[in-house]
């Protein structure tokens, strides 16, 4: 997309920097220091905490990261895209399972290269990517999730919330499963209270719940997993409407600032939307992303943030027909040959009687 290809040539100078001392590998991210001694950057020793390992990561590495350890910076979460990610992990028709892509992706690796039959995610010899460890490129850097080091070395996921709870609940990933994320900085040295005065500075936490009323960060969730986390219907409905009114882009929340908005403005009637039924969902989305499609891209949508600054697109579907572009495979039923993500969503929920 547009804002993460100018987000990857920026992070070429990154990828660059790090190719000469090697990017950091789960070796290297495991030892704060040689025993005994005083890790050279970290500006403390805590190396008796359970978070230790990830004490002395520096802005730009590729974190070596347990999913059980990482703390989450929201407190809700769509719970349908998650359910969709489920579904096509777990009733999908790809020759490929999907889940191996979008491990390899969150990796910093593109996309699955080869999977043997019976591959799990909790067996990383059992597939492989298409980049090996080391080879990443700009591109595949850009699209990894992000952590920023907390104090005494507790990771804060700042992107990647549905996307590693999607990986803890299927049945072959968990908490124990590992993927790396890359560090937008390390405030380890900081006491709490100006940590999170840094990260709602560079508005790296999210402190409203699933309906819109603000929290405190003692009320954040401890750790991944749909148990952790609230159901923000708008933010689950807001998934199925990318790239047919607004494209994504790496404004952390972006798609919370859009639920707030039709949670508080209410631009059009929301109807049958996350009910159990493909034609009432699909009508929904097509008349939310059309309201956001019609707003001039100066409106301010939410926190001061634009239509513009929260890429709403200058045509709906992107100009293309309504049985085609993407709201044309999102209307594809499970029967398809290739469900759209929508129907994946509701099959899962059908399979596993969930309202």
Same mark, same amino acid.
């Given at each position: 997309m547009r804002t993460r290809a100018k987000f990857g040539r920026f992070l070429a100078v990154v990828v660059a920097a790090?190719?000469?001392?090697? @990017?950091?590998?789960?070796?290297?991210?495991?030892?704060?220091?040689?025993p005994g001694s005083r890790p050279a950057f970290c500006g403390h020793d805590h190396r008796s905490r359970p978070s230790a390992g990830y004490l002395c990561a520096e802005t730009g590495d590729l974190l070596d990261v347990r999913?059980?350890?990482?703390?989450?910076?929201?407190p809700s979460l769509g719970y349908d895209e998650v359910?969709? +990610? @489920?579904?096509?992990? *777990? @009733?999908?028709?790809?020759?490929?399972? /999907? /889940?191996?892509?979008?491990?390899?992706?969150?990796?910093?690796?593109?996309?699955?290269?080869?999977v043997s039959p019976g591959a799990r995610l909790d067996d990383p010899s059992s597939f492989t990517c298409r980049l090996a460890v080391g080879a990443e490129t700009p591109d595949s850097v850009a699209a990894m999730k992000t952590v920023v080091i907390g104090p005494c070395g507790e990771p804060f996921l700042t992107d990647g919330h549905h996307t590693l709870t999607s990986f803890a609940e299927t049945p072959d990933g968990g908490l124990n499963l590992h993927v790396r994320l890359r560090v937008l900085a390390n405030y380890s040295t900081l006491t709490r209270r100006?940590?999170?005065?840094?990260?709602?500075?560079? +508005?790296?936490?999210? @402190?409203?719940?699933?309906?819109?009323?603000?929290i405190t960060v003692n009320k954040l969730p401890k750790s991944v997993g749909l148990a952790h986390f609230g159901d923000d219907r708008f933010r689950g409905l807001l998934y199925f409407g990318r790239d047919i009114g607004y494209a994504q882009n790496d404004l952390p929340f972006q798609e919370f600032y859009w639920g707030d908005w039709l949670r508080d403005a209410k631009p059009v009637a929301l109807g049958t939307g996350?009910?159990?039924?493909?034609?009432?969902?699909?009508?929904?989305? &097509?008349?939310?992303?059309?309201?956001?499609?019609?707003?001039?891209?100066?409106?301010?949508?939410?926190?001061?943030? *634009?239509?513009a600054d929260l890429d709403a697109l200058g045509a709906w579907n992107?100009?293309?027909?309504?049985? &085609?572009?993407?709201?044309? /495979?999102?209307? +594809?039923?499970?029967?398809?040959? /290739?469900p759209g993500k929508l129907a994946y969503a509701l099959e899962y929920k059908k399979v596993h009687g969930l309202g």
């Open positions: 790090a190719a000469g001392a090697g @990017l950091m590998s789960s070796a290297a991210a495991a030892a704060p220091g040689a999913i059980g350890d990482v703390r989450p910076t929201q359910y969709s +990610k @489920l579904g096509r992990y *777990t @009733l999908g028709k790809d020759t490929v399972d /999907k /889940k191996f892509d979008d491990w390899c992706e969150a990796d910093g690796r593109i996309a699955a290269a080869s100006d940590f999170w005065a840094r990260m709602q500075e560079h +508005k790296w936490v999210w @402190l409203r719940d699933a309906d819109g009323n603000p996350n009910s159990g039924d493909l034609v009432g969902y699909l009508a929904t989305v &097509k008349s939310v992303t059309q309201a956001m499609v019609a707003l001039p891209k100066d409106t301010v949508v939410d926190s001061g943030f *634009t239509a992107d100009g293309a027909a309504e049985a &085609k572009g993407e709201f044309g /495979k999102l209307s +594809k039923p499970y029967t398809d040959a /290739k």
